[in-house]
């Protein structure tokens, strides 16, 4: 079974309190820019003195020095989890894993879920894109620095866990059923694959902070992740 992360991507701390009353089985919460930028670190502490894990969404991507110095105050916070880009290169990972003194957990984000093949080449200047091959590059840079896991769409989960092994986190965002809308991610599926493919961690957002029922949705996704027969 992998942990269910409800991504707070709301625009208000008010409004994901009262989603987080309706959702009494939650353990973890994804927080990112959104709600960082404009409520920030009293709403972590809040979460936090709920009891739950907090996986600080902010994808730092800088100079080595400043990636250090924002995942110490994470660290002090009293975050669980964060996310770097790995392609900020191993100078930065390895600075912030030692920042991390093994009480935060870093997860290097790869090939985000938003891109195809198109869009990743166009980024990089480059028309020679392979996206599995970018991202089993990416994961084993991170953990060669030290990071703790990595973060990967719902496709590369099996390829991802054969190059990285069983210990490391893999954090799974583009999580979906059959009927949810892809919105802006092209690389998703369900959580039943994800989890049985190898993901620590399933981080699951519009589909339940959208639904009529949201209670009922992330029951739905929770039961999802924990019914994988091997």
């Given at each position: 079974?992998?942990?269910?992360?409800?991504?707070?991507?709301?625009?208000?701390?008010?409004?994901?309190?009262?989603?987080?009353?309706?959702?009494?089985?939650?353990?973890?919460?994804?927080?990112?820019s959104i709600l960082m930028t404009r409520e920030g670190?009293?709403?972590?502490?809040?979460?936090?003195?709920?009891?739950?894990?907090?996986?600080?969404?902010?994808?730092?991507?800088?100079?080595?020095?400043?990636?250090?110095?924002?995942?110490?105050?994470?660290?002090?916070?009293?975050?669980?989890?964060?996310?770097?880009?790995?392609?900020?290169?191993?100078?930065?990972?390895?600075?912030?894993?030692?920042?991390?003194?093994?009480?935060?957990?870093?997860?290097?984000?790869?090939?985000?879920?938003?891109?195809?093949?198109?869009?990743?080449?166009?980024?990089?200047?480059?028309?020679?894109?392979?996206?599995?091959?970018?991202?089993?590059?990416?994961?084993?840079?991170?953990?060669?620095?030290?990071?703790?896991?990595?973060?990967?769409?719902?496709?590369?989960?099996?390829?991802?866990?054969?190059?990285?092994?069983?210990?490391?986190?893999?954090?799974?965002?583009?999580?979906?059923?059959?009927?949810?809308?892809?919105?802006?991610?092209?690389r998703v599926a369900g959580a039943r694959d994800a989890?049985a493919d190898g993901a620590t961690h399933l981080v699951?957002?519009?589909?339940?902070?959208?639904?009529?029922?949201?209670?009922?949705?992330?029951?739905?996704?929770?039961?999802?992740?924990?019914?994988?027969?091997?």
């Amino acid at each position: 079974m992998a942990e269910l992360i409800v991504a707070l991507d709301l625009p208000r701390a008010s409004e994901a309190l009262r989603l987080l009353d309706r959702l009494p089985e939650a353990r973890w919460v994804k927080v990112g820019s959104i709600l960082m930028t404009r409520e920030g670190p009293a709403f972590i502490r809040t979460l936090i003195g709920r009891g739950l894990s907090v996986f600080l969404d902010l994808k730092w991507h800088d100079i080595p020095n400043t990636v250090a110095e924002a995942v110490m105050a994470a660290r002090e916070l009293g975050v669980s989890m964060a996310t770097l880009h790995t392609l900020g290169g191993a100078t930065m990972m390895e600075g912030a894993a030692v920042a991390a003194g093994g009480e935060l957990a870093l997860v290097g984000v790869t090939v985000l879920t938003s891109h195809d093949v198109a869009s990743y080449g166009r980024a990089l200047g480059r028309t020679d894109i392979d996206l599995e091959t970018e991202v089993r590059r990416h994961a084993a840079a991170a953990i060669g620095a030290g990071l703790d896991g990595v973060v990967c769409s719902p496709q590369e989960v099996a390829l991802v866990r054969k190059q990285v092994g069983e210990g490391p986190h893999v954090v799974v965002p583009g999580i979906r059923r059959r009927s949810d809308p892809l919105a802006d991610q092209v690389r998703v599926a369900g959580a039943r694959d994800a989890v049985a493919d190898g993901a620590t961690h399933l981080v699951v957002g519009r589909p339940v902070l959208q639904a009529q029922d949201p209670a009922a949705a992330f029951r739905e996704f929770l039961e999802e992740a924990r019914c994988v027969v091997s």
